[in-house]
């Protein structure tokens, strides 16, 4: 927790304090306007307080407080997607609107060049002051500061916070100051429209700030391509909380790879030494998790399984061995059910290179990943396929799409040597 979270406890506790003394002279001057009384006075204010008035807020701010109100400019609300105002609940434009008030009286000249703080609908949010200037969430400027109440303070903003829960992967990350290298990296790749998909459903480990200063010398020589690697390495296609991890387990990521997750003592790491830091972003297309190092994919990443096919003839496959983990199938069984798990990395020895070219497709019999390279998803970056034709084998990661279509393993000219795959899910 930084210094400005503490003194924000400090000073509530104070008012606290204050409030159970009978001695004191804090006590609200009922003559004198509260933040109602000053919002309801100013024109700008109208859409905000017909908010307040229709969430029953208003005898919330009229209390003794003391209270700081980030006061959304009618501008402000204007600016929200046509719409949206009007197809929130009561319950989540109440959400929205303590999301912009903190149970406390802090004016501009308390505010540190970066602080997270606590608003009174339990999130947090994230004021930078530079050069006088202070930001809101990355984008919403105090165009109007110190606006004194009998029972608090309001700064007017040029724009309304939305809380966590109403943002995208990117909006939530973007508001976070500590999170910009992350952000500047995601917009150098063109992958911000990924993480802002409103139909995916994403698990971000997000690097701070000072996890991308420390490898600063491997980034400077970094391609596009690379960097974007990089990115997608921390980036699991599904939804994972903190709450559905247990133990250890090894999760894909849209680079193709995996990471190895391991949860102790309340205390979740990656790959052995990025810490979680902050978990449970928790968004509309996904959740972030914060964490303390960038984490680094293995320039060629080793298979977990190992799977070497033979052959009878031009009639069938036979399984001859499998190594490593994740693969089952009945060793010597002409087009033997291979079953794998999704999420690992194998590698398929085919003794038959050349004769016998190996591929993978789907239901439909269409062609996803191929050793003659004419695969639909050959260049999919998840399942990261690597041909290497003087071994005779394709490595490929069985991730996103892939694993959601394959169904068997085909020999390219011979339509009898064809097996069935069963694809297993990861257990968290």
């Given at each position: 927790m930084n210094n400005i979270k503490y003194f924000f406890i400090i000073l509530i506790f104070a008012f606290f304090a204050k409030a159970c003394d009978s001695s004191s002279s804090s006590v609200v001057d009922p003559t004198e306007p509260n933040i109602?009384?000053?919002?309801?006075?100013?024109?700008?204010?109208?859409?905000?307080?017909?908010?307040?008035?229709?969430?029953?807020?208003?005898?919330?701010?009229?209390?003794?407080?003391?209270?700081?109100?980030?006061a959304p400019l009618n501008?402000?609300?204007?600016?929200?997607?046509?719409?949206?105002?009007?197809?929130?609940?009561?319950?989540?434009?109440?959400?929205?609107?303590?999301?912009?008030?903190?149970?406390?009286?802090?004016?501009?000249?308390?505010?540190?060049?970066?602080?997270?703080?606590?608003?009174?609908?339990?999130?947090?949010?994230?004021?930078?002051?530079?050069?006088?200037?202070?930001?809101?969430?990355?984008s919403a400027a105090v165009v109007d500061a110190d606006i004194l109440a009998s029972n608090g303070v309001i700064h007017?903003?040029?724009?309304?916070?939305?809380?966590?829960?109403?943002?995208?992967?990117?909006?939530?990350?973007?508001?976070?100051?500590?999170?910009?290298?992350?952000?500047?990296?995601?917009?150098?790749?063109?992958?911000?429209?990924?993480?802002?998909?409103?139909?995916a459903e994403l698990t971000v480990f997000a690097p701070t700030n000072e996890a991308f200063d420390a490898i600063s010398d491997v980034a400077a020589g970094l391609t596009t391509e690379e960097l974007a690697s990089i990115l997608l390495y921390h980036v699991v296609d599904m939804r994972v909380l903190s709450t559905d991890l247990q133990g250890e387990q090894t999760v894909p990521t849209l680079n193709g790879q995996t990471i190895d997750i391991v949860v102790e003592n309340g205390?979740?790491?990656?790959?052995?030494?990025?810490?979680?830091?902050?978990?449970?972003?928790?968004?509309?297309?996904?959740?972030?998790?914060?964490?303390?190092?960038?984490?680094?994919?293995?320039?060629?990443?080793?298979?977990?399984?190992?799977?070497?096919?033979?052959?009878?003839?031009?009639?069938?496959?036979v399984i001859e061995e499998i190594n490593?983990?994740?693969?089952?199938?009945?060793?010597?069984?002409?087009?033997?059910?291979?079953?794998?798990?999704?999420?690992?990395?194998?590698?398929?020895?085919?003794?038959?290179?050349?004769?016998?070219?190996?591929q993978l497709r789907d239901g439909n019999g269409d062609v996803l990943i191929a050793e003659l390279g004419n695969g639909s998803l050959q260049d999919y970056e998840p399942?990261?396929?690597?041909?290497?034709?003087?071994?005779?084998?394709i490595s490929f990661t069985l991730s996103g799409n892939l694993a959601d279509l394959v169904a068997t393993y085909n020999c390219a000219p011979h339509p009898s040597m064809e097996g069935s795959i069963v694809v297993n899910q990861p257990v968290l």
């Open positions: 109602v009384d000053i919002a309801s006075s100013d024109d700008n204010f109208s859409i905000l307080v017909d908010a307040l008035v229709q969430t029953n807020l208003v005898s919330t701010l009229e209390g003794s407080g003391p209270f700081t109100v980030f501008s402000a609300f204007e600016n929200l997607p046509e719409g949206l105002l009007a197809s929130l609940t009561d319950e989540q434009l109440s959400e929205i609107l303590l999301y912009h008030v903190l149970a406390a009286e802090v004016g501009s000249a308390a505010l540190q060049p970066t602080q997270t703080v606590e608003t009174a609908s339990g999130e947090e949010i994230f004021i930078t002051v530079q050069g006088g200037n202070v930001l809101v969430n990355g007017a903003i040029g724009n309304v916070l939305i809380p966590d829960s109403f943002g995208s992967i990117a909006d939530n990350a973007q508001k976070r100051y500590f999170l910009t290298a992350l952000v500047e990296a995601l917009v150098a790749t063109d992958l911000v429209g990924a993480v802002a998909d409103p139909d205390v979740v790491t990656i790959n052995g030494s990025a810490t979680v830091t902050s978990a449970d972003v928790n968004g509309t297309n996904g959740v972030i998790h914060v964490i303390d190092e960038v984490l680094l994919p293995d320039a060629e990443q080793q298979a977990d399984g190992v799977i070497t096919l033979g052959h009878v003839g031009a009639s069938a496959w490593g983990e994740g693969a089952s199938a009945e060793i010597g069984e002409e087009n033997a059910t291979l079953t794998l798990q999704a999420g690992l990395r194998y590698e398929i020895v085919n003794l038959g290179t050349g004769n016998h070219p190996f399942a990261n396929v690597v041909i290497d034709e003087s071994a005779g084998t």
